[in-house]
């Protein structure tokens, strides 16, 4: 069986700050590793997602995120943050015969001005 | 841009009561799953549905739960006997590969017992 945690439940930080989420992960065979971003009265979002290859991976909107094997991470980061990335953020691993994915707990991302 | 929609957002119901949510799919999708959230706490994986079939479900999915697709379009998850725990928030998800390795999710309904 697999599982994520998200070691922060609450992050708050100043707009064109940097940040990181942390997400560690386990799991007894090769997953799959994504980032969902939930905005406020809407659904998840798929922010970005590693498969194989490149072990950083980035998103439209400057977030990026890197598969550390070693270490069973894939943090998310972003350099400079912006009052629009105010929203929970969940990372999730696949694993299964269905490829079900396995949530984290969330982190509720806080962008002050 | 193609989206997954759940009816009702929102949804209240008497404990003991039969609900059924509605999911219509990305229309090329082939796999569908369902998920909930209780207030909280994760995102919880349900039953995974391909082929007109389940092909996985966690051990929160018993008897009280079934899923159907009626026709071309609609995916719905049934609740036969609602209890108070089954308070949540409920998404569905479509993909289009095997792997899942983009899974698009609705919405959500949520659920409300009393």
């Known amino acids: 069986a697999q599982s994520v945690t998200q070691l922060d439940s609450q992050v708050p930080v100043f707009e064109e700050a940097p940040v990181e989420l942390r997400c560690n992960y386990s799991?007894?065979?090769?997953?799959?590793l994504f980032w969902y971003v939930q905005y406020p009265n809407q659904g998840l979002q798929l922010l970005l997602k590693y498969l194989s290859g490149s072990t950083l991976v980035e998103s439209i909107n400057g977030f990026e995120a890197e598969f550390n094997k070693s270490q069973t991470s894939f943090h998310l980061r972003k350099p400079s943050v912006h009052i629009s990335d105010t929203a929970e953020y969940f990372c999730a691993v696949s694993a299964g015969s269905a490829r079900q994915l396995t949530f984290g707990s969330g982190t509720q991302l806080t962008v002050l001005p | 841009e193609p989206e997954v929609t759940q009816t009702p957002s929102h949804q209240v119901t008497q404990m003991g009561q039969e609900v059924i949510l509605r999911c219509v799919p990305i229309s090329n999708h082939l796999y569908f799953y369902w998920y909930r959230q209780i207030l909280g706490q994760k995102v919880e994986f349900l039953v995974s549905?391909?082929?007109?079939?389940?092909?996985?479900k966690s051990e929160i999915f018993d008897d009280q739960f079934s899923v159907e697709r009626p026709d071309g379009s609609n995916f719905t998850l049934k609740i036969r006997s609602t209890k108070l725990e089954d308070s949540a928030m409920y998404f569905c998800a479509s993909s289009s590969d095997r792997l899942n390795t983009e899974a698009f999710f609705g919405q959500g309904t949520r659920l409300t017992v009393v």
């Open positions: 799991s007894s065979v090769s997953v799959y």
């Open positions: 549905f391909y082929n007109n079939e389940i092909s996985e």
